[in-house]
């Protein structure tokens, strides 16, 4: 049977490549896709802590988190809180790109600004936060007050929670995101605008039908790392309100964290983790598909 | 530089005008922390917010926040757990780069998408399989199971397969009509034109990691192998601390030091690495 065929066809295929992957691989292997499965069997059994066994219980545990108000109330809160971070971070990354494009020494200075935020740590921001949105003496009421604004209790109002931890959110990502935009517009070539610009079209013009198409896969990736993060940073809901006041700011992993860490319901853990993962997939694939067509690649 | 850009600035100085608004306003929550922490009263008070110093500044609540936090000891965990994490992502995503970029193998396509499919999945999403996981392997409470998750970075695999195409493949031909192995190629000819990436993909490790805050919280219960960030909130929670503002602004900038020195002194050579990278 050992034909010489055979062992020709199995020379042809290298381990060499395979042995390269195989670190990376490994690693991805045992914290990404077999902790999927994992999480996925966990949410069919009643598991209560880490190291129960349970017993198998079918779909009991979605049909729990689905007619759950605190749940739905997560998956409501992170779809808005998701819109109303990547939209404007992403958008004003794109502005101080496009404003600070051109190396000047004040440009520098500009991005540099802009950029800091990034570098504190999300844990920090919140703290600090926490006195930027105190009614009356913090540093939000104090300046409105000058202007004539009435204070607000920004965290301890329902309606408003969210919406501060989105501001913190925006202040702290937008700059980061601007570095991807300024890494992208190096890419747009000059005659193109120059073109443009010859045949008339005014800035907006040019904006829209050269730099905006051109800059297609920035514009993909920069929004699914930004709706990546709506979904893995809590820190900040730990810090600053505890999924409170009346649940307003409980996102999908402060739920988890809490079913899973104060609650010790894993069941419910996991198949909160599930339908976390399953809306972050379909989410980044519908953003990638989206954008990716509307790109123009150069060829 | 472009001369044929200067159009962008049409009205320029109002542009310029504009974005220098724009920036302080973005600016004054960290200006606002900087003044807090040289405040002698930092405990509130009307007067608090002021962006405006109308005060002797003291060192008070930088004695206060060192006597009160094991920074020495918060600094060593973090700076290992940062450097641990880099070394090992370093070497992995060098080799699949290199594989996915420069060799054709059945199943590329197939492996390919799987790691995209991680790059969707951040680690504190699997907080509670991961734990488990840590748990059989034996590392929980240990800073190598803090590290562990992030040792195959999609993202990095990416970057560094972007920034292998971007190299002319004429240079390793030479190089291996000369002899060179595979990993001598790699090493000597495509790494060190790919500083750049490297570097950026560093950049991002290094301060993902040293703030991470909901990882190192679950894996470590070992007070002796605390990270910057928890021991900050440790601290910051404490008795008097959580209204303590001046306390807590010099804590949180004692964690950002490190980085904003980096940063300060890198600068240039940070936003060009990120530009030249591929990072898109």
């Known amino acids: 049977m050992d034909t010489p065929s055979a062992t020709k066809t199995f020379r042809k295929i290298r381990l060499q490549p395979y042995l390269l992957l195989l670190p990376a691989f490994l690693c991805l292997t045992t914290f ?11 949410s069919l059994t009643n598991k209560k802590r880490v190291g129960d066994d349970g017993s198998f219980v079918g779909a009991e545990n979605y049909l729990t988190i689905f007619t ?19 939209i404007p971070s992403v958008l004003l990354g794109f502005l101080f790109a496009l404003a600070l494009r051109e190396t000047t020494n004040l440009s520098a200075i500009l991005r540099s600004a802009l950029f800091f935020p990034t570098l504190v740590p999300l844990v920090g921001a919140a703290a600090i936060f926490i006195f930027v949105f105190m009614p009356d003496i913090g540093l939000l009421d104090y300046y409105l007050a000058k202007l004539g604004l009435s204070a607000t209790n920004w965290l301890g109002n329902p309606d408003l929670a969210l919406v501060s931890l989105m501001a913190l959110t925006t202040w702290k990502n937008a700059g980061y995101y601007m570095l991807f935009f300024l890494a992208g517009l190096q890419g747009v070539p000059q005659d193109a605008e120059e073109a443009a ?53 409980n996102l999908l992993l402060y739920y988890i964290y809490q079913q899973a860490h104060e609650f010790y319901d894993l069941g419910k853990a996991t198949a909160a983790t599930v339908v976390t993962l399953a809306a972050l997939l379909t989410l980044s694939f519908l953003s990638l598909r989206t954008m990716e067509r509307k790109v123009h690649y150069e060829t | 530089m472009r001369p044929e850009l200067k159009q962008w600035a049409a009205p320029g100085a109002l542009l310029a005008a504009t974005m220098c608004a724009v920036v302080f306003l973005w600016s004054t929550p960290f200006l606002w922390m900087l ?51 880099l070394a090992v992502q370093l070497v992995t995503i060098s080799l699949a780069g290199y594989a996915f970029a420069r060799i054709s193998f059945p199943g590329k396509e197939a492996l390919f998408y799987l790691f995209l499919l991680q790059l969707m999945l951040a680690p504190p999403v699997l907080i509670v399989p991961n734990l488990t996981t840590l748990v059989h392997l034996g590392l929980y409470d240990t800073l190598i199971g803090v590290m562990a998750p992030y040792w195959g970075s999609a993202f990095g695999t990416f970057l560094m397969r972007q920034t292998f195409r971007t190299i002319p493949k004429d240079f390793e ?4 009509i000369d002899g060179a192995t595979w990993w001598q190629v790699l090493r000597h000819v495509l790494l060190p034109l790919s500083l750049p990436g490297l570097t950026a993909f560093s950049i991002v490790s290094v301060v993902y990691h040293w703030n991470e805050f909901l990882w190192p919280l679950m894996v470590i219960n070992d007070p002796d192998k605390m990270v ?14 959580a209204s303590d503002w001046g306390l807590i602004a010099a804590g949180t900038l004692f964690i950002m030091a490190p980085l904003f020195i980096a940063f300060t002194a890198f600068q240039r050579q940070f936003v060009n690495s990120f530009m030249s990278s591929g990072v898109k």
């Open chain 2, 173 to 176: 031909e030479a190089a291996i």
């Open chain 2, 35 to 85: 003044v807090a922490s040289f405040r002698p009263d930092s405990f509130g008070g009307l007067g608090m917010a002021s962006l405006f110093p109308d005060f002797v500044p003291t060192l008070k609540s930088y004695r206060y926040a060192i006597e009160d936090g094991d920074w020495p000891l918060w600094f060593l965990n973090s700076a290992i757990l940062v450097t641990g994490t």
């Open chain 1, 68 to 86: 759950e108000a605190d749940f739905l109330g997560a998956l409501w809160n992170n779809a808005f809180y998701a819109a109303g971070t990547v």
């Open chain 1, 32 to 42: 990404t896709y077999w902790p999927m499965l994992q999480v996925f069997l966990a």
């Open chain 2, 228 to 241: 910057l960030t928890v021991g900050l909130v440790s601290f910051a929670q404490g008795a008097e601390g």
């Open chain 1, 197 to 249: 610009k010859i045949e008339g079209a005014n800035w907006l013009q040019r904006l829209y039908f050269v730099i905006v198409p051109m800059l297609g896969p920035t514009f993909a990736f920069v929004v699914v790392i930004a709706l990546i993060s709506a979904v893995s940073q809590v820190d900040h809901v730990i810090v600053m309100t505890e999924g409170g006041p009346n649940n307003a700011t």
